[in-house]
């Protein structure tokens, strides 16, 4: 329970920031195909897709997979006086300040992951009708 916990209730805020924004991407998917009923199922798949994908760049990001960029950033703007010696005591001062830290990309993963399961079962039942000639 403490894992499930830790994975996915821990904050609301997360996940109203993302439903909100996957909402948004959608009504605007969706007017960009005039609210047509046959692009539902594709609107929510694009959608949850991307909520996912953005999801797994987010947990790159939190376990390190852009520390060296962020470190030569930090040395480009202080020169004179830096906070970390080295690369190496940057990354173990971020790994234990990331053992403190919420998991913020899971509202995105979980979030895009229901609406995609929503949007593979919408899909079975939405059918384009045959062509009348």
Known sequence: MRLFKKLFIHSSVHYI???GAALAF?????????????????ALQTTG???????LL????????????????STFRNRKKRKYEDLVEY?????NARKKQDLYFMPYIATGAIILIVG??????????????
């Open 49 to 55: 897709l991307l909520f996912v994908l953005i999801g």
């Open 17 to 19: 920031i993302a439903s």
């Open 26 to 42: 959608l009504t605007i998917y969706l007017a960009m195909r005039k609210f047509t009923l046959i692009f539902f199922p594709d």
């Open 58 to 73: 987010m947990l790159g990001i939190f376990y390190g997979a852009l520390d060296t960029f962020t470190y030569a950033f």
């Open 91 to 95: 990354v173990k001062i971020k790994e």
């Open 120 to 133: 593979i079962i919408v899909g079975f039942f939405i059918k384009p009708l045959p062509k009348l000639d």
